[in-house]
Nanobody, 127 residues
Framework: QVQLVESGGGLVQAGGSLRLSCAAS????????MDWFRQAPGKEREFVAA????????SYTGSVKGRFTISRDNAGDTVYLQMNSLKYEDTAVYYC????????????????????WGKGTLVTVSS
């Protein structure tokens, strides 16, 4: 069983930064592809970023490229999302998700591929 706990959300002004963390309680964290998704009020959940088990490959949705950075610490069983130049439209509940992968460079970048989900952390960006 994998447990994922997000933290780091909060209220920030537009243009500001936040760093989200997702701590995983799992054996062999390094075999899981890790993703961040978000769901804004009244909208469907959307993919934000993905990182391969090795940490050497990443993927982002277009609206956050150049502003967000996903990273992972396999020794500490944690994945991060550094969010810079935040915009009002980034306001959402952010979810961490995990998928067991069998290739260190593989990405799982859609919700259907994810096996485990955290409960989310709220990010509110004031304009």
């Amino acid at each position: 069983q994998v447990q994922l706990v997000e933290s780091g959300g909060g209220l920030v002004q537009a243009g500001g930064s936040l760093r989200l963390s997702c701590a995983a309680s799992v054996r062999s964290f390094g075999v899981y592809g890790m993703d961040w998704f978000r769901q804004a009020p009244g909208k469907e959940r959307e993919f934000v970023a993905a990182i391969s088990p090795s940490g050497l490959r990443t993927s982002y949705t277009g609206s956050v490229k150049g502003r967000f950075t996903i990273s992972r610490d396999n020794a500490g069983d944690t994945v991060y999302l550094q969010m810079n130049s935040l915009k009002y439209e980034d306001t959402a509940v952010y979810y961490c998700a995990a998928s067991r992968l069998y290739n260190a460079y593989q990405l799982a970048d859609n919700a259907d591929a994810m096996e485990y989900w955290g409960k989310g952390t709220l990010v509110t960006v004031s304009s």
